[in-house]
């Protein structure tokens, strides 16, 4: 079951409303664990913390709805006009205008509509442009079991970077003390999963996946990189990388902060789901079926 709602005029769109819609829309179709949502978004964004901010609004209040059906892995993907939407095939597809219906394959569709604020920039504030700042940008995680905050980091970064984006996929053998270790995807897997997200979201974007196997991955090495992309909670590790880099005589890098990740409730997002307790999860449905 793959279904997708798509939004115009995202910077009138009351963000409030978005689960009640959600759940409106989905009501009666039935999703599993291998279901995807995608959430596809027209109109060109300017500012990735603009984008941060309507992020973490859409992934908060789609998994909602997941949740309240014990539905803990279906996919929720954000895309935009530049991703590979047109070849997918959707079983249901909503829409707020019907001309978007001849825009993607679909069997079934409805419509909705789109709720609507007075006035713009529903976040408030002023936002800096910089989508494609950046010729060569980094990352890097575990991207264990990925999940709405890796899509969400790695959206960031994609949306800063015109050329080449390196992620780096931290090694196995660095993750020998993480909790419920024996419930790690393995590296190969974490990769590939990235990897298909990226191709997703940004195909024409060249990705290079590589293991991290010390504190500073690829960015303690490769000279091209300009910017590294870090979450609230790893700011810390991005310093240390510039220290690292200045001392190899290698360029400072720009650190983008994505303030959503890590769950704050003060940005409107909390993050439901940590990797650590996806793989406790499976802990305990595993044991409970030997019970």
Same mark, same amino acid.
């Given at each position: 079951?793959? $279904?997708?709602? +798509? ?16 759940? #409106? ?10 279901? %995807? ?17 309507? =992020? ?8 909602? *709805? ?28 909503? +829409? ?32 800096? @442009? ?5 010729? %060569? ?6 991207? #264990?079991? *990925? ?19 390196? %992620?780096? +996929?931290?090694?196995?053998? =660095? ?53 590294? %992309?870090?979450?609230? @909670?790893?700011? $810390? ?15 400072? =890098? ?10 704050? !409730?003060?940005?409107?997002?909390? !993050?439901?789901?940590?990797?650590? @307790? ?14």
């Amino acid at each position: 079951m793959r $279904a997708a709602i +798509v939004f115009h005029n995202i910077e009138a769109l009351d963000f409030s409303k978005l689960e009640s819609l959600f759940g #409106d829309c989905l009501r009666d179709i039935t999703f599993d664990d291998m279901s %995807v949502l995608d959430i596809i978004l027209l109109g060109q964004f300017e500012s990735s913390v603009y984008l941060d901010n309507v =992020l973490g609004r859409i992934y908060s209040s789609a998994r909602e *709805i997941f949740l309240s059906r014990k539905l803990f892995v279906t996919a929720i993907n954000v895309l935009f006009d530049y991703s590979s939407t047109q070849s997918l095939d959707f079983d249901w597809l909503y +829409v707020p205008d019907e001309e978007l219906l001849k825009r993607y394959q679909h069997k079934n569709a409805g419509l909705f509509e789109q709720p609507r604020i007075q006035g713009s920039n529903v976040f408030g504030g002023s936002y800096v @442009e910089d989508t494609d700042r950046y010729k %060569v940008s980094a990352l890097g995680g575990t991207f #264990d079991h *990925i999940h709405d905050g890796h899509k969400i980091l790695l959206t960031v970064a994609a949306f800063l970077t015109s050329e080449r984006l390196i %992620v780096g +996929v931290t090694d196995e053998e =660095l993750l020998v003390k993480k909790k419920y270790r024996e419930y790690l995807e393995s590296f190969d897997k974490r990769a590939k999963n990235v990897q298909q997200f990226l191709h997703l979201l940004k195909p024409n974007l060249d990705t290079q996946i590589v293991p991290i196997k010390d504190v500073c991955g690829p960015t303690g090495t490769v000279p091209e990189i300009e910017c590294l %992309v870090v979450s609230r @909670e790893t700011v $810390a590790g991005g310093e240390f990388v510039n220290k690292t880099r200045l001392a190899k005589g290698l360029s400072k =890098l720009d650190i983008s902060v994505v303030n959503v990740l890590g769950g704050n !409730e003060q940005d409107g997002w909390k !993050e439901k789901l940590s990797s650590t @307790e996806l793989r406790k999860m499976l802990m305990q449905i595993k044991n409970s079926a030997r019970n």
